[in-house]
């Protein structure tokens, strides 16, 4: 079973920049998709990016596109979410999680999602 553990979070002020890393073990990501999703107080969990593992291809959210760049190290077995021009609405926490969902719209939903890790916050201060 794969288990993920993020890193990376922060305060940071509007226009910096943070990397956000998920590290994976105990099983190969091999097959999986791997996806950031976030999620603001008193608001639901929200796509924000994916990653298919088999060729490395990345899909955004329309909110993220130009800013969010999602990349991998196959080496490590780790993924990071580079984050530029933070706005105070980035704020939330960020999840990193896996699927063995390959297609969308599949991988754009939260609930297809099997596997997650604990969570970063991540602060914009304006």
């Known amino acids: 079973q794969v288990q993920l553990v993020e890193s990376g979070g922060g305060l940071v002020q509007a226009g910096g920049s943070l990397r956000l890393s998920c590290a994976a073990s105990g099983s190969t990501l091999s097959g999986k998709t791997m996806g950031w999703f976030r999620q603001a107080p008193g608001m639901e969990r929200a796509f924000v990016a994916a990653l298919t593992w088999s060729d490395g291809n990345t899909y955004y959210a329309d909110a993220v596109k130009g800013r969010f760049t999602f990349s991998r190290d196959n080496a490590k077995n780790t993924v990071y979410l580079q984050i530029n021009s933070l706005k105070p609405e980035d704020t939330a926490i960020y999840y990193c999680?896996?699927?063995?969902?390959?297609?969308?719209?599949?991988?754009?939903?939260?609930?297809?999602?099997?596997?997650w890790g604990q969570g970063t916050q991540v602060t914009v201060s304006s």
């Open positions: 999680a896996a699927t063995n969902i390959v297609s969308m719209p599949g991988m754009r939903r939260a609930i297809n999602y099997d596997i």
